[in-house]
């Protein structure tokens, strides 16, 4: 392979058919090309968003904020309240932090807008 060269380097690079007598294995041409090890993606930790009991907000307000935040059926957004009502707290949903943090903060703001005291956490799981 002779002749000119534009870039810097190619000179050293065996293209496809230049081999004519078939020793391209011994020719070691060099590359600037950098391997980064594969990096194993973890799964994002999980948080559980609780209802916290209160003797003041009304069942009904705990029953449609389930509904309207968690996307619970009737049926089981009475369930978690009445567990929440026996119990002292009670499991909404587990989300990604970021998620759990908005769904927190929506309940709060829903309570806070109605005059309830109603609370909303999250716990890492």
């Not at 050293?12 to 070691?28: C, E, F, L, Q, Y």
């Not at 799964?43 to 309207?68: A, G, H």
């Not at 009475?78 to 932090?97: D, E, Q």
Request: aromatic share 8%.
């Amino acid at each position: 392979m002779s002749g000119f060269y534009p870039y810097p380097g190619l000179h050293n690079i065996i293209r496809a058919g230049d081999d004519k007598d078939g020793d391209a294995g011994s020719v070691t041409p060099h590359t600037n090309i950098a391997v980064k090890p594969k990096r194993e993606t973890k799964k994002p930790s999980m948080y559980k968003v609780l209802l916290l009991n209160d003797d003041y907000t009304p069942m009904e307000f705990v029953v449609q904020v389930l509904e309207t935040f968690f996307n619970k059926s009737r049926e089981e957004a009475t369930r978690i309240m009445l567990h929440v009502h026996r119990k002292g707290v009670g499991l909404c949903g587990v989300y990604t932090y970021e998620v759990a943090e908005t769904k927190v903060t929506q309940v709060m703001d829903a309570a806070r807008q109605s005059q309830h005291p109603l609370q909303c956490t999250m716990e890492k799981e």
